[in-house]
């Protein structure tokens, strides 16, 4: 098997992710105030005032994070980044809002798709890596 399609399939799998990140940036955190994000931060014991700079920060970390993974689509650490990032969101909407769980599109549903991306994307580089 060639390196090139392998490649352009870590590369897509990488713009997935990154296109993922960069919206949940833009749309959630920077240009609408979302209201669950908001409650996250204020149950770690922020301020309004405070709130809002943290997750404009969270908003521009976010689209940075998703430039990068489509940037070194494949480098490693950048998947083994997506999965821890991933795990520790997942369990801080695990302790912050169980009752989400319920719900049709809830927030761990999405992190388990990106943790399961980023596997795949993995398995994918070794797999490269032995031709």
């Known amino acids: ?6 490649d352009k399939t870590i590369q897509y799998l990488a713009v997935i ?4 990140y960069m919206y949940q940036g833009l749309i959630t955190k920077l240009w609408v105030y979302s209201f669950d994000v908001m409650q996250m ?10 709130s809002r ?17 489509i940037k070194e689509s ?33 927030p761990v549903v999405l992190y388990i798709a990106l943790i399961g991306i980023s ?4 398995n994918l580089i070794a797999a490269k890596d032995k031709f």
């Open 74 to 106: 494949g480098q490693q650490y950048m998947h083994y980044l997506n999965i821890s990032i991933s795990l520790i969101a997942c369990l801080v909407v695990l302790v912050v809002f169980p009752s989400r769980l319920t719900d049709a599109f809830n």
């Open 17 to 20: 992710i990154g296109l993922i």
């Open 119 to 122: 596997l795949i994307s993995l």
């Open 41 to 50: 931060i204020y149950h770690f014991g922020f301020v309004e005032s405070t």
């Open 1 to 6: 098997m060639s390196k090139k399609p392998l």
């Open 53 to 69: 700079a943290i997750s404009i920060l969270l908003g521009l970390s976010q689209l940075v994070f998703g430039i990068g993974i």
